[in-house]
């Protein structure tokens, strides 16, 4: 018998060690972790909000043409225009995206500008800085990190404390409805429990974008990974052919949707993002580049990369919902809210447990 009560003495100093940060970290930096997780849901709807916003955006015939792109790319490429998604039926206009991070809406049908939006100035774009930084630039990044890691912490933790012995699992995810600090408990409990696959995955592709070059790193060096060099052009002072260019880009990756363009810079490629068949990005990883001419320089089909690439691409998509359809999105914008969820009843729970 001495040699088991040791043993017990060790469990019940740790549980009480993991019950205490789990706890305190909960409450203090799990209020950061709740906030950042609210702006992301509302994010999960970002294009739809926007067109409740601003519907004079969603008035036009998603149409991309050469005269419009040629325009647009002429007049904005030297204000800071650095790329443009193609008009789409989600979002029939071009939307560009400035080198000083605000984004510009230009119509289909002449190229003039609908809409200009930063986080100075919209609600959305402000939730996005938020989300990602803390609004805080890349110091704000680095704690967001932090608190990340944290939460992990906080989840598995979490699931450590409530996992029961045996035959006692449907006990342990009973929702209770008094007495209040048992109620408060079970909720925080069997919740977190429940929905803990999702809340986890949405946390770790959290992680996974913060620090998405380490990540890259060990995913491409265990499963391998793709290094494809940008093609150069020879040097030419000829403005790009856009007919040719976007008649080259369509047909460049067969099955594929061309999303995105980059305006073209002293070297003369013009850079498209694409999404081929079978992707997860919603605006793809595939890439094509051309010269000014409409000459294919480089098709990359992201879907025939080694797996440890394909799975660090993955991580964007799984992280807004954008794998599963509908379904998921919601699945998605239910575990933003869990966080919130599981700081009120934990801290609920603490307040009754003190008698206060």
Sequence with gaps: MSGIHPARDLQRRLRAALSWLHLWFGLVLGSVFALVALAGTVLVFHVELLRLQHP???????????????????????????????????????????????????????????????????????????????????????????????????????LYLWWPK???????????????????????????????????????????????????????????????????????????????????AAVALPGARVNRVSVPGDDGVIAFRARAEGEWHPVGRSTIHLARDGEVLQVVDATADPAGTRIHQAIYPLHIGAVGGAAMRWLTALAGLMPAFLLVTGFLFWRRRRGK
């Excluded at 040629?70 to 989600?90: C, K, Q």
């Excluded at 979002?91 to 984004?103: E, I, S």
């Design 56 to 158: 004079h955006l969603t008035r036009h015939a998603p149409v991309a043409r050469a005269p419009v792109l040629e325009r647009i790319a002429d007049e904005w490429g030297p204000r800071g225009l650095r790329s443009l998604d193609l008009p789409r039926e989600a979002l029939p206009v071009w939307q560009g995206y400035f080198a000083d991070g605000h984004r510009g809406y230009f119509s289909p049908v002449d190229g003039s500008l609908l809409l200009t939006r930063s986080h100075r100035d919209d609600w959305l774009l402000w939730l996005h800085e938020l989300h990602v930084e803390l609004l805080g630039g890349k110091a704000g990044k680095e704690v967001l990190g932090i608190v990340g890691w944290i939460a992990l912490g906080l989840l598995l933790s979490g």
């Design 166 to 248: 045996r035959r006692q699992w449907r006990a342990h995810l009973r929702f209770h409805a008094g007495p209040p600090t048992r109620r408060w408990l079970s909720w925080h409990r069997s919740s977190g429990v429940i929905l803990l696959p999702l809340v986890l995955l949405i946390t770790l592709t959290g992680v996974g974008m913060i620090y998405s070059n380490g990540f890259r790193d060990v995913l491409t060096g265990l499963l391998g990974g793709a290094n494809h060099a940008a093609p150069v052009a020879a040097p030419t002072a000829s403005p790009p052919q856009w007919r040719h260019v976007l008649a080259s």
